[in-house]
C-alpha cells in the first residue's frame, strides 16, 4: 500500500478524529513532508478530507471494511467485503470476475465513476458521498422469478432506510424519500452457456450528496439522506442493516418459497398504489393507467384507461411515471 492509502485507511479506522503527523508516523516510517503530501493526495483524489493544525481528518464517514465485518458478524449469510477506491461500476466489477467471488460477496466503492441504471441509463455518484454496493449471489432459481429479487431487495432497503424518514418504494426499483430518490436498484444476472449462474444485486444509495453534487435534471427528483435530515449518517449502518433484512427475507424464501413476506413490504410502502400513472415501454407511446395492486410475482397490477381487465406488469420491461409529470 502507498502512504495515502495508509493514511486513508487509518482516517476511516479513527473516524471522526483528527490524525496526526506524530501519531502518524509511530506506525509508518515517514517525513512530515511525506505525511503532509499524503493527505494532499487523498484531497485530490476528491477523498472528503480535511485539516487543521497539520492534523488530517475525514469530514464524513466512509466504508470501512473493519467495520463491516463487526457490525454483520450475525448476519445469516457470510458476507466478505471487498472494497475499491475508485472503480466505474461496482456491478461490472462483479459479473466481470462472477467466478472468483463466493456466494454472499459484497463489494462496494468510494468512488463510482460511470454507474449503471436500468434500460442503459446512468446513476450518478460523488466520492465518498454515495453507497454504491453489488451483492453476488448464486440461487438454484429460474430466470421467471429474477424479477421478484428487485422487490424483495426494494422491500429490504425500504425497512433498512426507515430509520431515517418515511421512505417508500416506487415501483419496480427506486426508493423516495419525501416524494424524491433516494436509493435505485439494478440486478443483473450472469450467464454460462444459457445456465444461470448468478446475479448480481446493484444498490445505489445517496447518503451525503448535497444539492451542487446533483446535475441540474436531477434536482427536481433526487435527493440524499444528508439533505432531508441533515445529518451525518454511517453507511456502514446502513449496508449491514440493509443486508440484515435481506438476509431474512432471501433465506424465509427459499425454505418456503413465499413471496407474501417482502411483496407485503413492498405493498405497505408503495408510493404508486392507487395513484394515476403513465407507462412507458421500449419502442411504444405512453400509456395512461391506475395502479390497483402488486401480485405475489412481483408484478405491477395496472387498469389502462378504457380497457375492461387488469394487466400485470414485469419489472424488467416496463418504468412508470406519475401522470401529473412529477417523479411519484
Ligand atoms: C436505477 O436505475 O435506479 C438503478 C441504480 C443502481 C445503481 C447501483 S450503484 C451499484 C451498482 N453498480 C452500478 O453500476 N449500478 C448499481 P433507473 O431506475 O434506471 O434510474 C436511473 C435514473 O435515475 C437516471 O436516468 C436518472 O434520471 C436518475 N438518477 C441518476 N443518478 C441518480 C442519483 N444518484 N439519485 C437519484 N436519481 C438518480
Redesign the pocket.
Known amino acids: 500500500m502507498t502512504l495515502d492509502q495508509h493514511l486513508l485507511q487509518t482516517l476511516i479506522d479513527i473516524y471522526p478524529n483528527t490524525v496526526s503527523f506524530e501519531s502518524f508516523s509511530k506506525h509508518y516510517t515517514c517525513s512530515k513532508d511525506d505525511f503532509l503530501e499524503a493527505g494532499r493526495i487523498l484531497q485530490i483524489k476528491d477523498y472528503p478530507i480535511s485539516h487543521t493544525n497539520n492534523h488530517f481528518y475525514l469530514t464524513i464517514p466512509l466504508i470501512s471494511e473493519a467495520k463491516l465485518n463487526r457490525l454483520t458478524k450475525n448476519t445469516k449469510t457470510h458476507h466478505p467485503f471487498i472494497v475499491k477506491e475508485a472503480i466505474p ?4 466489477f462483479a459479473l466481470n470476475s462472477f467466478s472468483s467471488f463466493e456466494e454472499g460477496s459484497v463489494i462496494l466503492a468510494h468512488h ?1 465513476t ?6 442503459g ?5 460523488t466520492m465518498g458521498k ?1 453507497i ?3 451483492l453476488v449471489l448464486r440461487p438454484t432459481i429460474d430466470s421467471q422469478s429474477l424479477p421478484l429479487f428487485t422487490q424483495l431487495t426494494a422491500a429490504a432497503l425500504c425497512q433498512a432506510l426507515k430509520a431515517y424518514g418515511d421512505t417508500q418504494i416506487k415501483w419496480p ?2 426508493i423516495v424519500l419525501n416524494g424524491k ?2 436509493a ?3 440486478i443483473e444476472s450472469q450467464f454460462q452457456e444459457n445456465q444461470l449462474e448468478g446475479l448480481v444485486i ?3 444509495i ?1 447518503t451525503h ?1 448535497e444539492h451542487e453534487d ?1 446535475e441540474d ?2 434536482l427536481h ?2 435527493t440524499s439522506l444528508k439533505i432531508e435530515t441533515r445529518q451525518i449518517v454511517d453507511p456502514n449502518v446502513i449496508i449491514a442493516d440493509f443486508l440484515t433484512v435481506f438476509d431474512q427475507f432471501y433465506s424465509d424464501w427459499l425454505k418456503t418459497h413465499k413471496t407474501y413476506p417482502f411483496i407485503s413490504v413492498c405493498k405497505k410502502e408503495s408510493a404508486l398504489l392507487g395513484k394515476e400513472i403513465h407507462v412507458f415501454s421500449p419502442n411504444e407511446p405512453p400509456k395512461a393507467a391506475t395502479v390497483k395492486d402488486i401480485n405475489e410475482k412481483g408484478e405491477l397490477i395496472v387498469h389502462y384507461q378504457g380497457h375492461a381487465q387488469l394487466t400485470p406488469l414485469q419489472s424488467l420491461d416496463f ?1 412508470v411515471r406519475n401522470s401529473q409529470n412529477g417523479y411519484i
Open positions: 461500476s461496482t456491478n461490472t463510482q460511470k454507474g449503471k441504471g436500468r434500460l441509463r446512468q446513476w450518478s455518484a454515495s454504491a454496493l453489488s426499483n427506486d430518490k433516494i435505485g436498484i439494478l446493484g444498490i445505489g445517496n450528496l446533483f435534471s436531477l427528483k433526487a418504468s
